[in-house]
Nanobody, 127 residues
Framework: QVQLVESGGGSVQAGGSLRLSCAAS????????MGWFRQAPGQEREGLAS????????LYADSVKGRFTISQDNAKKTLFLQMNSLQPEDTAMYYC????????????????????WGQGTQVTVSS
C-alpha cells in the first residue's frame, strides 16, 4: 500500500522560499509519476509539477515554471518541491500524489491520473 506524507509547509513573507517534502512508502519501483498539487479555498486543485521516477523527467505548470523546482531522492523515496519568490497567491494546501505507469508523461498529468494522495501541508504567504 502506497502512503505519502508531506511536510515543510508554513508561513513565509512574500519573496521568501520554502521546501516541501513528501515521504513515500510502498513505492516498490521507479515506474511511478510523482506530482505536486495545490488547492486554495474555493478553487480547483491545480497541478504544479511532476517527475517520473524512472528517468527523472520533470514537467511544470506555466504558473510556477522558473520559481518552483521538483526533485527526488530515490534512495530515500522522498519527493521535494523547492518554492522560491513566493507570493500571496501561492497560499494554498499543497499535496503530493503518485500513480504507477510504464510511460514517461509528455504533459503534466491531471489530478485524475493520480490514485494515491498525501494529506497535504499548508503554505501561507503574507504580503
Amino acid at each position: 500500500q502506497v502512503q505519502l506524507v508531506e511536510s515543510g509547509g508554513g508561513s513565509v513573507q512574500a519573496g521568501g522560499s520554502l521546501r516541501l517534502s513528501c515521504a513515500a512508502s510502498g513505492v516498490t519501483s521507479g515506474r511511478y509519476v510523482m506530482g505536486w498539487f495545490r488547492q486554495a479555498p474555493g478553487q480547483e486543485r491545480e497541478g504544479l509539477a511532476s517527475i517520473y521516477m524512472y528517468d527523472a523527467r520533470t514537467l511544470y505548470a506555466d504558473s510556477v515554471k522558473g520559481r518552483f523546482t521538483i526533485s527526488q531522492d530515490n534512495a530515500k523515496k522522498t519527493l521535494f518541491l523547492q518554492m522560491n519568490s513566493l507570493q500571496p497567491e501561492d497560499t494554498a494546501m499543497y499535496y503530493c500524489a503518485t500513480f504507477r505507469t510504464y510511460l514517461s508523461p509528455n504533459r503534466l498529468p491531471p489530478a485524475s491520473a493520480y490514485n494515491y494522495w498525501g494529506q497535504g501541508t499548508q503554505v501561507t504567504v503574507s504580503s
